[in-house]
């Protein structure tokens, strides 16, 4: 079933689009429009907002289903008297929250909430950073300063997964190719050794890793499924004989692998 | 005051974060030890985290703050013989839903929530490896492929902007830094010219870029005070002569500034 489901708020709608998406997944039979309004901060904008609401609910012959993080009360009465059915997420759970606090929130007495700038910016940009002047094993003499470095064949999700991680926990990770060589040896790279206890190992389906290698390089030896299932074996035994915790990303998002590795090599995150 | 707070999840935990943050963010006065919890999905370690939560009301004299998504009803009755306060997020929601959409959840049948691996995937690392080969107007012959091309001084904030584009939207952001000739003839580079209409600018205060420099080329010319002034009082009067769309980054995080971005330039996310 089609019903179109709006993520509406005065910030960056980060939380209101996380929390829907996730209550929204449990409904699998639906077949959700998802609508993504940030900065609506402003009758004006939340009255144009009112006409979307009220023409996705002519279109689909359903009320659409709004998550909001509004704080400005004048703003949400706007919103509500659109046709969509309003899921309230700051009051529902400040309330609670207020009482245990024993103090009243900032959304209560209206003033807005913002991420703005802090003292995670610089070690967030300093992570991302960190990523890029360490990708590909084009350097590897910063090594002694990585929280952690992933290792496994090119083009399984490596540098991706270093920088949400980056990006988001401000971990600091590296990222090293293993070659045919370190495959036809079975030998950890030099470079690597003296960290082993900073490797964390990505492995992929050679199918899913041939299709992905296809894109960049069409019809090469590099991109053919024997090519690429001899390397994703040869690596897989040597995470097996080097003893390296490893996770298959075909069938993981970029935000799951990353939250595993944190999980399985105990690193804590940099951002508060 | 200080508390703790507790992000459990027998997922990733970026839902309990994302909305306990934004909730916790609404009492000012708090300093709020934050902990985040991921792939709590077993007994074992539901007990573990029970543990942490009973040693922080210890160490407080408060009640820790809970906010879960764990799926699994086992897992969540053991968490709820802790000592904290227990902000019920997913039970909370789905049942107006439920009622809403006149259909049962996943949640209420027991079936867990995964992000997985979706039609989104190749999308995303897409976006990122476009962010990556047409980071720092290395290479421009690509532009007509660009949603975005961001255009700043050196170290304005530009990559982990397009980085976060091209993860969290599957945007495809190039960018290009101004140059001092750029800056001298107040012109736009001839790369850029055709492609006037997907330029936005980015622009900082002359003593944060002046910090940001310090850090990778300490006392030289290129991160003097005087130096990052002139450049930047230069671009914003381009900006200004070539009326492009601009926003200083200095007191926003990359989540506001790319949020703002989209909405500004109407661009729609690619990833669904």
Not at 7 to 17: K, L, N, V
Not at 190 to 206: E, R, S, W
Not at 255 to 267: D, P
């Amino acid at each position: 079933m089609k019903r179109t489901a709006f993520f509406i708020s005065d910030g960056t709608g980060i939380t209101a689009e996380a929390l829907g998406q996730s209550l929204l997944a449990q409904f699998e039979t639906f077949d959700f429009t998802k609508l993504t309004r940030p900065y609506v901060d402003s009758i004006e904008k939340a009255q144009l907002i009112v006409q979307q609401i009220n023409a996705a609910e002519q279109a689909d012959g359903f009320r659409p289903i709004i998550f909001d993080t509004v704080v400005n009360q004048q703003i949400r009465e706007v919103i509500a008297t659109s046709k969509g059915f309003m899921i309230d997420i700051f009051s529902t759970f400040l309330a609670p929250l207020e009482k245990e606090l024993v103090s009243q929130s900032s959304y209560t007495v209206g003033k807005s909430h913002s991420i703005g700038k802090d003292s995670n910016y610089m070690e967030r940009i300093n992570a991302v950073n960190f990523a890029l002047d360490n990708d590909d094993g084009a350097r590897t003499h910063y090594y002694d300063k990585a929280d952690l470095i992933m290792v496994g064949v090119s083009r399984c999700g490596k540098t991706p997964t270093c920088l949400y991680m980056a990006m988001q926990f401000g971990i600091r990770a590296a990222n090293y190719p293993l070659t045919e060589e370190d495959m036809e040896h079975l030998q950890l790279p030099n470079a690597l050794k003296p960290y082993k206890d900073k490797l964390f190992g990505l492995t992929i389906d050679p199918d899913r890793l041939s299709a992905i290698r296809n894109e960049r390089k069409p019809n090469s030896r590099y991109s053919s499924f024997a090519q690429c299932e001899f390397e994703v074996r040869a690596v897989e035994q040597l995470f097996r004989k080097e003893n390296i915790a490893n996770i298959n990303s075909t069938h993981f998002s970029v935000e799951e692998i990353s939250a595993k590795i944190l999980v399985e090599k105990g690193v804590d995150r940099r951002l508060k």
